[in-house]
């Protein structure tokens, strides 16, 4: 009979013979076992390999896992990880990589992606939207040189406007939406060739920078509202945006007129810039807008007439006109139409004989404030360039009455 310790020898060298069954063709030694116990693990491609310790970096991170997400990220076969999916690279389709990640929904909670985004090199497609993600943007993100969706709405993450996805000439989708990003935005993102720019819900401030240059942008959707912009709508982010599909400026504090160009935003099917502190009349220029569905400026500062030529021109593809809560002083026959139609909410306006208006006093009020209410080079809102130019300024006025009659 074997001595117990002759036996008891044997017993440990068999559990540290390695496992010659284990596929694959990569092979890396799984260390964080307890124990002197280590297990070799075996992946499809390095890629997978290299990645494989980043992903384990990035679990001990996690704080709170409320669907237990993790608890499938482990083993060698990454590619069926719950989030992660792979794809042959474009340098090589033979090569197997993880191409996508993608944890919308899934509530997780770290205190930063630094170190986990940015150490994947054949990352396509980044998806962290409803988690509870903090920190900063990695700046080495700009290495990713496949990235070209980047969705990390709905977290907390804070400081400056991630600089680093400026001038990625491969990204076409950015969300930051509903997180705590502060200060500027610089003027190159919206002039960059992306088909979506969602920057709303943050604590962006100052004013919206000019557009450098004068090229024309591919943006359909763009989105900035609430946040604290502040001073004029930028004419050159009007004018360079006529592929625009929707567009919503709302709840900030922009200012001043509503520049003319807002009537080169022709591809767009929805602009709101309600809730702002624009002031004057609204432009002829809106009569350019031949897809517009829903067109809203509630809640601003604006005055005058309701221009005829707009509820005539608009009234096919128009499904909601508000200009709520603002000073206008008259309405014609032709937006009277839409008015019966409930397509046209005039509420909380001045104008006479018609329920739901502000109070006298408070009309007064409004049009006896300083002129700094009012636009510079008002003439200027009675022009306008699209298929409608035969319509002269002259029969245009007819419509749309400039001066507010007394209260």
């Keep these: ?15 540290a013979l390695p ?3 284990s596929r694959g063709t990569q092979q890396l030694t799984n260390g964080g076992l307890t124990g002197s116990r280590q297990e070799i693990l075996s992946f499809l491609d390095q890629r997978l390999a290299v990645v494989y310790p980043v992903i384990q970096r990035f679990k001990s991170l996690i704080t709170l896992d409320p669907y237990n997400v993790t608890k499938t990220w482990t083993g060698s076969d990454i590619c069926s990880y719950r989030g992660f999916h792979c794809d042959n690279p474009p340098d090589n389709n033979t090569a ?14 770290a205190p930063s992606i630094e170190g986990f985004i940015d150490q994947f090199p054949d990352l396509a497609l980044f998806h962290v939207n409803s988690n509870n993600f903090g920190g900063t943007v990695p700046s080495k993100i700009v290495n990713l040189k496949y990235l070209y969706e980047l969705d990390i709405s709905n977290n907390r993450f804070t400081g400056q406007f991630p600089t680093a996805v400026v001038g990625m000439s491969g990204l076409t989708f950015l969300d930051i939406r509903f997180n705590f990003f502060s200060g500027s935005v610089p003027p190159q993102i919206l002039g960059q060739n992306l088909d979506v720019l969602f920057i709303n819900d943050n604590g962006f401030t100052a004013s919206l920078p000019e557009i450098p240059g004068d090229g024309t942008t591919h943006i359909l959707y763009l989105t900035l509202a609430n946040n604290k912009f502040n001073g004029p709508l930028p004419r050159s982010i009007l004018r360079s945006m006529s592929t625009l599909t929707e567009v919503l400026f709302l709840n900030n504090d922009f200012t001043g007129c509503i520049p003319n160009e807002i009537g080169f935003l022709t591809g767009a099917s929805v602009i709101d810039i309600g809730g702002n502190k624009l002031t004057g009349p609204l432009p002829l220029s809106l009569m350019c807008l031949d897809k517009v569905e829903q067109l809203n400026f509630a809640g601003n500062l604006l005055f005058g007439g309701i221009p005829e030529p707009v509820c005539m021109l608009l009234r096919d593809n128009l499904l909601n006109l508000s200009l709520s809560d603002n000073y206008f002083t008259h309405v014609g026959p032709w937006c009277r139409g839409l008015l019966d139609r409930g397509v046209l909410d005039v509420s909380n306006n001045c104008i006479p004989f018609l329920q739901g208006q502000r109070s006298m006093q408070e009309c007064a009020e409004f049009f006896v404030r300083p002129k700094k209410y009012y636009c510079p080079h008002m003439w200027f809102h009675s022009f306008f360039s699209c298929r409608y ?19």
């Design 1 to 15: 009979m074997k001595s117990p310790l002759l036996l008891a020898l044997f017993l440990v060298g068999t559990i």
């Design 19 to 21: 496992d010659k069954t």
């Design 96 to 109: 197997v990589t993880v191409a996508s990640i993608d944890f919308n929904g899934f509530q997780l909670s």
């Design 389 to 407: 130019s035969h319509i002269s300024s002259s029969s245009s006025n007819a419509f749309m009455p400039m001066v507010a009659p007394s209260p």
